[in-house]
């Protein structure tokens, strides 16, 4: 199975920044689109942003212009950089991953998430 591991979140001063990572780990035989998705209190999931193998970014926008996606296909792993964060950024950010794997003679599509960061955005 392919296991997502979150970090970097926390709570920070409206203004600040964080970046937060996610690393990609089992038997995966490839990565397609990997992206970052929130869920803040009251509120449905929603798509923050997401990133193709080849390297297009889309972007929601309410984020577009202050946050950027990237990621390290050599790492199976995905960044959000995140600058002048507001308190409504606040949420339960969650990683997600479109990968194919393997059980060691054939292989899968999943769609796979991680547990999910807080972010804390102080007012």
């Known amino acids: 199975q392919v296991h997502l591991v979150e970090s970097g979140g926390g709570l920070v001063q409206a203004g600040g920044s964080l970046r937060l990572s996610c690393a990609a780990s089992?038997?995966?035989?490839?990565?397609?689109?990997m992206g970052w998705y929130r869920q803040a209190p009251g509120k449905q999931r929603e798509l923050v942003a997401d990133?193709?193998?080849?390297?297009?970014?889309n972007y929601a926008d309410s984020v577009k212009g202050r946050f950027t996606i990237s990621r390290d296909n050599a790492k199976n792993t995905v960044y959000l950089q995140m600058i002048s964060l507001k308190p409504e950024d606040t949420a339960v950010y969650y990683c997600n991953a479109d990968a194919a794997v393997s059980d060691g003679s054939t292989w899968f599509p999943r769609d796979c998430w991680g547990p999910g960061v807080q972010v804390t955005v102080s007012s």
């Open positions: 089992g038997s995966i035989i490839s990565i397609n689109a």
């Open positions: 990133i193709s193998s080849g390297g297009t970014a």
